[in-house]
């Protein structure tokens, strides 16, 4: 038996009567067990819906060009941006605009009818309360 067999053999047998360390894997079991159950774990992990077709626009021919574009010029843009005397400038005045303008706006009732016009309508019940809306009621009964 070499020397590292004897050292894993060692440190095994002394974890293995260790109440701490039962006590920390049983901890990680149940929590293991909590996150594998919960609805997030399960949204996640879920097969995705075969119906569903996803389109990678990088590879239409309308789309593409402009992403490719986009992807090569964004990196320079952002350091000359960083390098120039307009970006903390235009940073200050639109903090100034933001704080002096848009924040008394808010406490406006104009302000709260945009946002309730603005804001996007509850999904159809139906959408809520699909397979995995059911599944979660099956498990917090068992």
């Not at 996007?120 to 959408?127: I, Q, S, V």
């Amino acid at each position: 038996m070499s020397p590292i067999e004897a050292v894993g053999k060692k440190v095994s047998a002394i974890s293995d009567g260790s109440k701490v360390i039962s006590a920390g894997r049983a901890v990680s079991a149940r929590t293991g067990e909590f996150v594998r159950k919960s609805y997030c774990y399960r949204w996640l992990t879920k097969e995705p819906d075969p119906e569903v077709i996803i389109i990678d626009l990088r590879e239409t021919y309308a789309v593409g060009p402009f992403i490719a574009l986009m992807d090569r010029l964004i990196p320079h843009i952002k350091d000359a941006w960083r390098h120039s005397k307009v970006g903390p400038v235009t940073r200050r005045v639109f903090e100034r605009v933001a704080s002096d303008v848009f924040d008394p706006l808010s406490e406006t009732q104009g302000y709260e009818l945009a946002v309730a016009v603005l804001t996007p309508p509850e999904p159809p019940e139906e959408t809520r309360t699909g397979d995995d809306e059911s599944e979660s009621t099956k498990d917090n009964s068992s």
